[in-house]
């Protein structure tokens, strides 16, 4: 299957269905091929090489999901570490994990992979995921914290509330 866009095209068949042009044709078509690319991804064939073109604001996307992708598998193998039993280095992105049982790590994945998941489905925005690792930082943190251990195990002094009264107010 081939698409032209004037010029010879090459014949393979798109991987990532988009438009197929040479570099010949995009010389000589460049506007058309320009209008395409703002709907599509268009590849450029050049001597057996493929470029791409796509918009910035594409490039951008693939380019932050990508991270984000690298950060939950760095996350998950840091999670495969702890529950193997390794010591993480305290340099490590990823040290504060180990604050939480092997329990709370199985949560964390659940919870965490499924915000990502969401985000690459585009359900939510992808900085949500960062929101979820956020909010188990600040556990991990509490959980270390000896003012947060001692606020949890001081007895309760609660004093029971009374029944409000109610004043009668005057009105002039």
Do not use: C
Not at 42 to 48: A, D, F, L, S
Not at 50 to 60: H, K, M, Q, S, V
Not at 93 to 107: G, N, Q, R, V
């Amino acid at each position: 299957m081939s698409r032209r866009v004037g010029g010879i095209m090459a014949t393979a068949p798109p991987v990532f269905d988009d438009v197929i042009v040479s570099a010949t044709a995009l010389n000589r078509h460049s506007g058309e091929i320009l209008d395409q690319a703002l709907e599509k991804r268009v590849t450029i064939m050049r001597n057996e090489q493929a470029f791409a073109l796509l918009r910035r604001e594409d490039a951008a996307e693939m380019t932050t999901q990508l991270r984000y992708a690298q950060q939950i598998l760095d996350l998950l193998h840091a999670f495969e570490r702890v529950r193997s039993g390794a010591v993480l280095d305290p340099a490590d992105e990823f040290e504060w994990i180990t604050a939480f049982p092997s329990d709370d790590l199985k949560d964390m994945a659940a919870e965490v992979y499924a915000a990502y998941a969401r985000a690459r489905r585009g359900e939510i925005p992808l900085e949500e995921v960062d929101a979820v690792l956020h909010e188990w930082q600040e556990s991990a943190w509490a959980v270390r914290s000896p003012d947060v251990r001692a606020a949890f195990g001081v007895a309760a002094d609660e004093v029971p509330l009374t029944e409000p009264v109610l004043v009668p107010t005057t009105r002039e």
